[in-house]
């Protein structure tokens, strides 16, 4: 059974830092591009950040370039977003995602409040 399980979402001020998790099993977690998302209300979920299967090439949206890092750790089957110098436009829920040819799965989200 396939299962992603993003935490460490949360409410934080303006300028400070958040680091989410994906804990990822039921698959080969280390064939994977794994991604995370964000949609925000009223919005279309967008691509915050994607890594490859072994972390080796990393993608960022324009709006998060130099304050978001991507990592994960095959040994763990877990993938990792810091967020640094969060802004209130940040705020979405995070999904996490998992993909390999024609295999795509989703995690439940996880919340992050960016506001003073």
């Known amino acids: 059974q396939v299962q992603l399980v993003e935490s460490g979402g949360g409410l934080v001020q303006p300028g400070g830092s958040l680091r989410l998790s994906c804990a990822a099993s039921?698959?080969?977690?280390?064939?994977?591009?794994m991604s995370w998302y964000r949609q925000a209300p009223g919005k279309e979920r967008e691509l915050v950040a994607a890594i490859s299967n072994t972390g080796g090439v990393t993608n960022f949206a324009d709006s998060v370039k130099g304050r978001f890092t991507i990592s994960r750790d095959n040994a763990k089957n877990t993938v990792y977003l810091q967020m640094n110098s969060l802004k209130p436009e940040d705020t979405a829920v995070y999904y996490c995602n998992a993909k390999w040819y024609f295999s795509n799965y989703w995690g439940q989200g996880t919340q992050v409040t960016v506001s003073s």
């Open positions: 039921g698959f080969t977690f280390s064939s994977y591009i």
